[in-house]
Antibody, heavy 120, light 107 residues
Framework: QLQLQQSGPGLVKPSETLSLTCTVSGGSINTTSYYWGWIRQPPGKGLEWIGT???????YYNPSLKSRVTISVDTSKNHFSLKVYSVTAADTAVYYC????????????WGQGTLVTVSS | DIQMTQSPSSLSASVGDRVTITCRAS??????LNWYQQEPGKAPKLLIYGASTLQSGVPSRFSGNGFGTDFTLTISSLQPEDFATYYCQQTYTTPWTFGQGTKVEIK
């Protein structure tokens, strides 16, 4: 059974960098039919797609965040990562990693979610 | 960006009720429409993709319909475990966008 396990700090100071990793188990990240991405949800609010990566390193980003976001993949460790630079309180959210099926781009497996609070 | 508008934002219903949630896209998205269920404190769960295809393991009381700009999610007979928030999502073009959510509460 595929599992996505998220790791990373739950508290980040303003202007610093948010870093999260999603480790895939029960399957390989080197899969031609799937992409891997990040989605976030501010407390009490809706879902926002951040960006998506293929195992070869190709990326798609939400233009609203593109200037401050980097998603990378490490196939040797079977994980992918998110960095959000120069964070503010508006970046406080639960961050989810997910697998996307490339035919229709739906997200069929999700990580457990990480609440990241931006505060000094 | 394509705007996704769900209605209603919330609804109260009883166990056994038939419930329909509507999602409208600001432009045509063909059938690139997915539905998710989210329980409090949990990750979203995929229910339906491609507007009408039931994800494996999802009960058959859930169904989806629509094409172009107008879509519906129907729960034929509401069960206690169905009280949650439901989101539609378009994946026709990036940035992929979600509706604001519909919270289904117990009457």
């Amino acid at each position: 059974q595929l599992q996505l396990q998220q790791s990373g700090p739950g508290l980040v100071k303003p202007s610093e960098t948010l870093s999260l990793t999603c480790t895939v188990s029960g399957g390989s990240i080197n899969t031609t039919s799937y992409y891997w991405g990040w989605i976030r949800q501010p407390p009490g609010k809706g879902l926002e797609w951040i960006g998506t990566i293929y195992y070869t390193g190709g990326t798609y980003y939400n233009p609203s965040l593109k200037s401050r976001v980097t998603i990378s993949v490490d196939t040797s460790k079977n994980h992918f990562s998110l960095k959000v630079y120069s964070v503010t309180a508006a970046d406080t959210a639960v961050y989810y990693c997910a697998r996307h099926f490339s035919s229709s781009w739906y997200s069929d497996y999700w990580g457990q979610g990480t609440l990241v609070t931006v505060s000094s | 960006d394509i705007q996704m508008t769900q209605s209603p934002s919330s609804l109260s219903a009883s166990v056994g009720d038939r419930v329909t949630i509507t999602c409208r896209a600001s432009q045509s998205i063909s059938n690139y429409l997915n539905w998710y269920q989210q329980e409090p404190g949990k990750a979203p769960k995929l229910l339906i993709y491609g507007a009408s295809t039931l994800q494996s393991g999802v009960p058959s009381r859930f169904s989806g319909n629509g094409f172009g700009t107008d879509f519906t999610l129907t729960i034929s007979s509401l069960q206690p475990e169905d009280f949650a928030t439901y989101y539609c999502q378009q994946t026709y073009t990036t940035p992929w966008t979600f509706g604001q959510g519909t919270k289904v509460e117990i009457k």
